[in-house]
């Protein structure tokens, strides 16, 4: 038996060369000491390939259409044989995929691993990281159920707010006007085929370059990054180093092995996420909320006033990125010590605190303080005195919606959403269509769960609420006391 494995072996090497490709590779010298905080990456990697293996099989079973998805995910976990541990094994490993991620860039930025000569190294797992945070949300809205469909409208919002070219990237995003089948066949094309695509042509390179750049060594303090001088230091360091095969191989491995047992503890123990209800907006007990990582961004979204959004949805995520990429070309040399880095310590206490706190007001924050608290308040009554029938339907329409529970009127009703009293100063016709069927901010789209005529009428309505009253005094009157 033996001998027939070793024929196989041989008979595959001789024609596809594996042992001349990937001996290098696993004697290549690393320097000597690297520690535990170096597997990070390693794990990482891990959970990307038992991300692939489990969702190979969920997708052979799940339904990319609205009308089946959620159904398809209930069969999974209720009827499919151990289809529930598969969706949970999925989940949990994309958990830890984006933990590790986090450690591994972690350790990089106290270790100062990011500087000279390994920009580009550092650039492709900025890349890395942003694309894992895209399978991590479009995964999540593959979900098809209300936390999917509030995702998606706040998603669908920030990207409308980007200038110029918003509504079109909205369009092109959700596959139509509103959140619909097509929409879901966007994301389960972005899950399934660009973003892992994307994230092995990031790998390939980001493996490629930590082999021929070498694994950075142990930051010492007093020993600073020069260009000049570095890589003669490096290349003595390896000189007096080890292969990477077995000692630190087998560090990687065990801790690799170790991040899998503990995602399959996970799933056997809490299952898989979700689906935790129908996606449908008209319903007003619906407590929507995104995975874990992006809590604090629903707690800010949740927590800050509305002229706020627009800055949290757009500029932090512009200045965060740009943070990131320009790091190693500002700070590539110097000392890569932590104990001579105090400020770049600091920086990365504060960040996980600041994330601590948001992630933990993002548990407590309530997605609407009383979904039913403003349902029986009517529209005030000088909003609908001298309105026109369509007006007057439209203001039923606010009324029956619940819209109240969102917006205030007159200072009265919920503040998820701005004050409408003086909406139409502030939007014309034709933007208030848009905000109803297409929705934005923390709104999501109406453009399904309200007829023409309704939209017609609420618009009507809306475009009343600001503009003076027939036959009240004009402000220059009432300022020279007439």
């Known amino acids: 038996m033996r001998s027939i494995v070793g ?44 991300q ?49 991620l986090v450690c591994h860039a972690t ?12 920009e580009l190294t550092w650039l492709l797992g900025v890349g890395l990281l942003f694309v894992t945070l895209g399978l991590a949300f479009t995964g999540q809205v593959l979900r098809w159920d209300q936390d999917a469909y509030w995702g998606v409208g706040v998603g669908a919002a920030m990207t409308g ?47 490629y370059l930590v082999v021929r750049q070498g694994i950075s060594s142990r930051p010492r303090a007093g020993r600073p990054v020069d260009p000049q001088t570095y890589d003669a230091e490096y290349s003595k360091e390896l000189a007096e180093g080890e292969p990477f095969f077995p000692y630190d191989f087998m ?3 065990l801790f690799s092995a170790c991040c899998v047992l503990v995602v399959f503890a996970l799933a056997i123990s809490f299952g898989p996420k979700g689906p935790s209800g129908p996606p449908d907006p008209t319903l007003i007990a619906a407590e929507p909320r995104p995975d874990w990582y992006f809590l604090p961004l629903f707690a800010l979204l949740a927590l800050s006033p509305p002229q706020m959004e627009t800055a949290i949805m757009l500029v932090m995520p512009v200045v965060g990125i740009a943070i990131l990429v320009l790091l190693p070309f500002v700070a590539g040399k110097g000392e890569r010590s932590p104990r001579r880095r105090p ?61 109240r529970n969102c917006h205030a009127l007159d200072g009265a009703g919920g503040k998820r ?12 016709r034709d933007e208030l269509i848009r905000q109803v069927i297409q929705g934005g901010g923390n709104m999501p789209a109406y453009g399904k769960q309200l007829s023409p005529a309704e939209v017609e009428a609420l618009v009507s309505f809306l475009s009343t609420l600001g503009k003076p009253v027939a036959g009240a005094p004009e402000p220059a009157d009432v300022a020279a006391g007439k």
């Open 161 to 207: 707010r980007v200038p110029v070219i918003g509504p079109a990237l909205v369009h092109v995003l959700l596959g139509g006007p509103n959140i619909g089948g097509e929409t879901l066949s966007r994301f389960f094309g972005l899950h399934v085929f660009v973003l892992p695509a994307l994230a092995i042509l990031l790998l390939v390179p980001h493996l």
């Open 251 to 253: 560090k990687d491995a």
């Open 7 to 50: 024929n196989v072996v041989g008979w595959l090497d001789d024609r596809l060369g594996l042992r001349s490709a990937m001996l290098p590779i696993l004697v290549h010298p690393v320097p000597r000491g690297l520690g535990w905080f170096y597997v990070f990456g390693s794990a990482t990697l891990s959970m990307f390939v038992l």
């Open 417 to 428: 959403g701005p004050d409408l009293t003086t909406v139409s100063t502030r939007l014309v």
């Open 52 to 100: 692939i293996i489990t969702g190979i099989c969920l997708a052979v079973v799940y339904v990319p259409s609205a009308a089946d998805a959620y159904t398809s995910l209930e069969y999974l976990n209720t009827e499919q044989p151990l289809g529930w541990l598969l969706r949970a094994v999925h989940y949990w490993s994309a958990t830890g995929m984006v933990v590790m």
């Open 107 to 118: 350790r990089v930025v106290l270790m100062g691993a990011f500087k000279y000569p390994r």
């Open 343 to 403: 400020a770049t310590v600091l920086i990365v206490l504060l960040f996980f605190a600041v994330y601590g706190v948001l992630w933990w007001l993002g548990n407590v924050a309530p997605w609407s303080p009383d979904m039913n608290a403003w349902s029986g308040t009517p529209v005030p009554e000088q909003m609908v005195k001298d309105l026109s029938p369509q007006q007057l339907q439209g203001a039923a329409v606010f009324q029956n919606k619940t819209c």
